[in-house]
């Protein structure tokens, strides 16, 4: 059995919900969707000059190796129009690997466990969601310990239910 994916998406631009779940049809078309989390409304971090996203979890399985993966991934984004105009600017989707089983990986091309999860409330809270005892696989801590430790701020407002619940 391939070992689980855990991925971030985010949307700003747009009609926001319709491109997330656009983007997870077509994860669908790269492995099989396991699990999503609700939907959270989220304040930009780092370059906060921007409109809020929408961010949610979703647990992938797929054959693909972590490269193929991503190579899959970056299609995704650019087949729906993403566009690296500005660094953690606006976008209408964004798909990051956060943890590809118990792989580590630190290439030019591909860093898993993503390096920054362990700090961004956006991706915590809805990963914790659907795999709370999730371990990351080199701070040797569970998902939602990660979440507990986070400083107050990063605003993230659950919008929407869990997908069949």
Request: hydrophobic share 35%; net charge negative.
């Given at each position: 059995m391939p070992p689980p994916v855990y991925l971030s998406l985010?949307?700003?631009?747009?009609?926001?919900?319709?491109?997330?779940?656009?983007?997870i049809a077509r994860l669908n078309h790269i492995g099989?969707?396991?699990?999503?989390?609700?939907?959270?409304?989220?304040?930009?971090?780092?370059?906060?000059d921007q409109p809020w996203f929408l961010n949610l979890a979703v647990e992938l399985e797929t054959s693909n190796t972590p490269a193929r993966a991503i190579s899959a991934i970056l299609q995704i984004e650019q087949d729906m129009g993403r566009r690296h105009l500005q660094h953690k600017g606006p976008r209408g989707i964004d798909i990051d690997i956060l943890l590809f089983g118990d792989h580590i990986i630190d290439s030019p091309q591909l860093t898993i466990p993503h390096?920054?999860?362990?700090e961004r409330r956006f991706v915590l809270e809805p990963l914790a969601e659907i795999a709370p005892d999730l371990?990351?696989?080199?701070?040797?801590?569970?998902?939602?310990?990660?979440r507990d430790e986070l400083p107050p701020g990063q605003e993230v407002k659950r919008i929407t239910p869990r997908e069949g619940h």
């Open positions: 985010g949307s700003n631009l747009g009609d926001r919900e319709a491109q997330l779940r656009e983007a099989r969707v396991l699990q999503v989390s609700s939907l959270y409304e989220t304040e930009p971090v780092e370059f906060a390096p920054a999860m362990q371990q990351h696989p080199l701070l040797k801590k569970t998902i939602q310990e990660l």
